[in-house]
């Protein structure tokens, strides 16, 4: 049984640029949480998605951020026009239809640097 | 588990020996709790968790204890070993089993084992 995928691992961009992260969750999960990371500090909540709906995205930034998570594929954390605050290890998180904000099981997470 | 500027608080403790890792939680109306630890480069891994009609849970080699009265909690863990050192975060979620808002990450800990 697959963990959480994450890819890619890395993710390097030019300021300006978009960032597309994706995240298949764990098999039977439907629930996605999205992170983000700053080193040395702990993990930051930023969406929480089900399939085809935000459920709350009260830690997203208003601008520039966006995630989805159709009925088919992975999910898609995408952040626009980057600039070199948004370098981070962004992880993403799925737990059951049951149960949700409790056990999340996270993927490894993609480390963005923006140059 | 509070801590103050940039570094997270460091633990160190020789191998062999008990490990007590604290965390001091915000909201008293927070009804779930969960420690993972994070190893260098890999994404959060879950340890144990706790609802708030508990006072202590015990797993393999760790136990978790709740004081509600002041709002603390703690990880132990017994006989540590190398594979220990890791960073421990501690996180809680104000209404389990369906609600918003995410789960709320602590700083972290960092726990050095010294052989």
């Known amino acids: ?115 | 588990g509070e801590s103050v500027g940039l570094h997270l608080p460091t633990l160190s403790v020789q191998e062999g020996d008990n490990s007590i890792i604290n965390c001091a939680y915000s909201n008293s109306a927070s009804d779930y709790f969960i420690w993972y630890k994070q190893e260098s480069g890999k994404g959060p891994q879950f340890i144990i968790d706790i609802r708030s009609n508990m006072d202590k849970r015990q797993g393999q080699r760790v136990t978790v204890l709740l004081n509600k009265t002041v709002k603390h909690l703690s990880l132990q863990i017994a006989a540590t070993q190398p594979g220990d050192s890791a960073v421990y975060f501690c996180a809680e979620n104000i209404r389990a089993g369906g609600g918003a808002d995410g789960l709320t990450f602590g700083k972290g800990t960092h726990l050095i084992i010294q052989p």
């Open chain 1, 1 to 115: 049984n697959a963990g959480v995928m994450q890819n890619p691992r890395h993710l390097v961009r030019r300021r300006g640029q978009e960032a597309r992260l994706r995240c298949s969750p764990m098999k039977g999960h439907s629930h996605v949480y999205w992170y983000r990371q700053l080193p040395e500090e702990g993990l930051k909540f930023m969406v929480y998605l089900q399939k085809e709906n935000i459920i709350d995205e009260s830690g997203m930034p208003k601008e520039r951020f966006s995630a989805e998570f159709p009925k088919e594929g992975p999910s898609i954390l995408r952040i626009q026009q980057v600039v070199r605050g948004d370098s981070a290890a962004y992880f993403c998180a799925s737990s059951p239809p049951e149960v949700s904000n409790e056990k999340l099981f996270f993927g490894s997470g993609t480390q963005l640097s923006v140059l």
